[in-house]
């Protein structure tokens, strides 16, 4: 079985050798030339080739075409960096190319040393097919989870505000009925009568409130930009503080990237309201180069954003996963007395809804 081409038969080397052959990942070491050297059974598994077909053959035979021309940059980049060993593609994935012509993703490192032998690299990699693959499952799962989740909330929110809040508000009227009717009754009742319809009126308005806080029935009876209008104005009517909202009016995404956009802008104005004591709020949503960017700025208390996060804070948490699911972005610039700004970048298609 060819391990190299300068293999000598002492003892040394058959013990790397056997750990070679043994080895779960993928071993490949290529010469200053890009030739194959060494490629060992796990890649023989891998690409699908026999060493005897490699070994001394360029490594662009294992990497896909479309990858051939940045391979050779990297490489050369990598021999004069001195560094000795690295991840390959950073965040990117690496992709190689079996025998078959099917072409996979890799997890992979480099490494690099001067031998008698020359300038020697050695890619170290194993396939990522299935890791990847579960986490594209996982994801999937977040996002129907997330969905799910919503729909949820506005079929409650839809039950408290059709049916709690009108057979609150008949309830209402009767007792309105009744106290006009009761002219003879005494004082004691006329003033029960009176409690009822003020606990009724707060009950009524409660359980609006409560609907609307679950999922604004707003979102999806008049859209997006309604919805977040009316968030900005509902927080101005009840903390005081006034929100200033840039918006195109005409704005328009579908699900599930109104929801998110709306329940980001809502999470923020809700922890501006718990943690800045602002004196002035900004809202902005644009739609702009293929992506949606949402920004909540306030002029608050600020905090930390390094300290760890507490237990029981979910908010900023859920925020960034909601971003994520949809594979976009969010940023929090806060400083002590700096005020925060909440920044969300979200891809959408360019040209429709998406
Ligand atoms: N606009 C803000 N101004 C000042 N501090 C903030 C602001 N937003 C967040 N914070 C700080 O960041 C922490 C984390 O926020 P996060 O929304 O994750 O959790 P929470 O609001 O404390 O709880 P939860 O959102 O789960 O009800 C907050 O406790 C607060 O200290
Ligand atoms: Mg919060």
Request: glycine share 8%.
């Amino acid at each position: 079985m060819p391990i190299s081409s300068s293999d000598r038969p002492d003892n040394a080397t058959a013990r790397l050798a056997g750990l070679l052959e043994s080895a779960m990942d993928a071993i490949i070491t290529v010469n200053a030339a890009q030739n194959i050297l060494l490629y060992n059974r796990a890649a023989e598994t891998i690409f699908g080739w026999p060493a005897a077909e490699v070994l001394g053959q360029p490594l662009v035979k294992l990497i896909p075409q479309r990858f051939h021309a940045s391979h050779g940059g990297h490489m050369k980049r990598f021999a004069t960096t001195g560094v000795t060993s690295r991840r390959m593609g950073g965040s990117n994935l690496v992709y190689g190319l079996r025998r078959s012509g099917e072409e996979f993703p890799v997890e992979a490192s480099i490494s690099q040393l001067d031998t008698p032998d020359g300038h020697l690299f050695t890619v170290i990699l194993r396939d990522a097919t299935e890791r990847i693959r579960a986490q594209e499952e996982l994801a999937a799962y977040a996002a129907q989870a997330s969905a799910i989740r919503e729909q949820e909330k506005t079929r409650v929110a839809r039950e408290l505000h059709d049916e709690l809040a009108q057979s609150l508000t008949a309830l209402k009227m009767d007792t309105i009925w009744l106290r006009d009717h009761a002219g003879t009754a005494g004082a004691d009742v006329q003033a029960k009568l009176a409690g009822m319809l003020a606990m009724l009126d707060a009950s009524v308005a409660a359980t609006r409130r409560i609907a609307a806080d679950l999922r604004p029935l707003v979102l999806d009876d008049l859209g997006l930009v309604a919805a977040i209008e009316w968030l900005t104005q509902n927080f101005t009517q009840r903390h005081g503080v006034p929100c200033a909202l840039d918006m195109d009016e005409d704005l328009e995404l579908h699900e599930p990237y109104a929801t998110a956009v709306f329940r980001i802008v809502q999470e923020s104005l809700v922890n501006v309201a718990k943690h800045a004591g602002a004196s002035q709020v900004q809202v902005q949503v644009v739609r702009a180069g293929g992506e949606v960017t949402l920004r909540v700025a306030d002029d608050g208390a600020g905090f930390e954003t390094v300290t760890p996060r507490k237990a029981g804070s979910l908010g900023l948490a859920g925020l960034r996963e909601r971003a994520q699911l949809l594979k976009g972005t969010v940023s929090i610039t806060s400083a002590p007395g700096q005020g925060t700004v909440v920044q969300a970048h979200i891809p959408v298609q360019e040209g429709h809804a998406p």
